[in-house]
C-alpha cells in the first residue's frame, strides 16, 4: 500500500540489500524512520553545495580543503561547514523514494545538517528508485562539537510510491474520535496540519538560550554535560520574550501532541506565514509519539534577520500527519527506549 514504511519493512529492505551498511544496530531502526550513521570519511568544504549534475563525490574534489579521518573524535568547529559520507547506501526500487531530517537531538543542539545524494536537485531529498551513496553537510552553529565514526545526526523516511497526507477535514474528524492534541476539541487549531502555539506561561523555565562561549560538547557521550556551562535559563517574563537576531533558543508548545499508530507526523521547520524564523530542525514524529497522556513538542527557535516579538499562545509551528502504509506493531515508546516520550521543556540527552 502506498504511505510510509514501518519498522518492518526497513528490516525487509536491509536483507535486500535495497538499505545497504555493513554494522547495522537494531537501535537504528525506528516506527517509521531510520537511523543513518557517519562513516570516518569526512571533509571539510569550501561552501555548501548541490550535485544537481554529478556525483556528491566528484564535486568534493574541488571543494575539499582537507580530509578528515572520523574513526578517532573529531572536533567539528562551530560555523565551519563539513561533509561526511554516510555508513548506509542505497539500491532503491519499485518507486520507493524518500527524505531526511535531523534526528530531534540534533536539532536541539543547534546542529544544521543537511543530506546530500548524487544527482539531486534538493537537499534531504532521495529520489524514486535511487541508487548511490549517501552524505551529510554537516555546520555546528552554537557549540564546538566532537563526533565520530557510527554517530547518528539525521533519519531517513522512505515512502513506497506516494505520501498519503491527511487533509484538515481529515484531521478534525481523527481528532473527534482519537485526540490528537490535548486541547478540547474546539480549541484544537487545524490548519494545513495541526497548528502549535508557543508556552510563555506554563512553568518558571520558559526557555533556554545557548550561550556564546562554551566547552567542546562530546556527541558520543549521553547524560554527561551541564546545562549550566551550555544554556542560559529565561524564566517567564509578561508571557513576551524576544528572538534576538543569531541566538538559539529551545521552547516548549503548549499543545501536547499525539501522533497515532498508524500516522507518522512531521513538523514543517520554516513557514513564513507565521514568522521569519525558523522553529523545529528536527522533523519526524514517529507512530506512538505521545500515546497515553500526550507529549509537549519541544521547538527549536532561530532568527537570522530581525529580532523578533513572540507571545504566548501564538502559532510557531505546525505537523502534517500522513498515512504508514500498514499499522505498525513497533511504536515510540518505553519499549525501544525513545528518549522524548512524555517530555516537558527538554534539552538534548547530551546534558544531566
Not at 155 to 168: A, E, G, M, S
Not at 181 to 193: A, E, F
Not at 323 to 330: A, G, M, R, V, W
Amino acid at each position: 500500500m502506498n504511505g510510509s514504511l514501518v519498522y518492518q519493512d526497513y528490516i525487509n529492505l536491509i536483507n535486500k540489500n535495497f538499505i545497504i551498511t555493513e554494522n547495522i544496530t537494531n537501535n537504528q531502526i525506528q516506527p517509521s524512520s531510520m537511523d543513518l550513521s557517519l562513516s570516518e570519511e569526512c571533509y571539510e568544504i569550501k561552501y555548501s553545495f548541490l550535485s544537481y549534475n554529478s556525483k556528491v563525490r566528484d564535486k568534493l574534489k574541488d571543494l575539499a580543503i582537507k580530509k578528515i579521518n572520523l574513526s578517532k573524535e573529531f572536533i567539528f568547529r562551530k560555523n565551519k561547514t563539513y561533509i561526511v559520507k554516510l555508513n548506509e547506501s542505497l539500491n532503491l526500487k519499485n518507486n520507493i523514494f524518500g527524505h531526511c531530517n535531523p534526528k530531534s537531538s540534533t536539532g536541539r543542539l543547534d546542529i544544521f545538517c543537511r543530506t546530500l545524494v548524487d544527482y539531486a536537485e534538493e537537499y534531504e531529498k532521495i529520489p524514486k528508485n535511487y541508487k548511490g551513496e549517501i552524505f551529510l553537510e554537516i555546520t555546528s552553529r552554537s557549540f564546538d562539537v566532537s563526533f565520530k565514526k557510527n554517530n547518528s545526526l539525521n533519519q531517513l523516511r522512505l515512502v513506497n510510491k506516494n505520501h498519503n497526507y491527511l487533509t484538515d477535514k481529515q484531521l478534525i474528524n481523527l481528532n473527534k474520535k482519537q485526540k490528537i492534541s490535548n486541547q478540547t476539541i474546539d480549541n484544537v487549531k487545524i490548519d494545513k496540519g495541526l497548528k502549535l502555539s508557543v508556552d510563555l506561561a506554563g512553568s518558571n523555565i520558559v526557555a533556554y538560550v545557548a550561550k556564546k562561549h562554551t566547552p567542546v560538547l562530546n556527541f558520543s557521550k549521553i547524560k554527561s554535560h551541564k546545562i549550566n556551562d551550555f544554556w542560559n535559563v529565561i524564566r517567564k517574563n509578561n508571557k513576551k520574550l524576544v528572538i534576538e537576531k543569531n541566538k538559539f533558543y529551545i521552547l516548549r508548545s503548549k499543545e501536547k501532541v499525539v501522533i497515532p499508530s498508524n500516522l507518522a507526523g512531521e513538523m514543517i521547520p520554516y513557514d513564513t506565514g507565521i514568522g521569519d524564523f525558523r522553529a523545529h530542525y528536527a522533523g519526524f514524529f514517529d507512530p506512538g509519539f505521545g500515546l497515553g497522556r500526550g507529549s509537549y513538542a519541544v521547538l527549536e527557535v532561530k532568527t537570522n534577520e530581525v529580532p523578533f516579538l513572540l507571545e504566548d499562545g501564538q502559532t510557531i509551528a505546525r505537523i502534517k500527519y500522513e498515512k504508514l502504509n500498514k499499522n505498525s506493531n513497533i511504536v515510540y515508546g518505553k519499549d525501544i527506549k525513545s528518549n522524548y516520550q512524555n517530555q516537558g521543556l527538554k534539552l538534548s540527552k547530551h546534558f544531566k
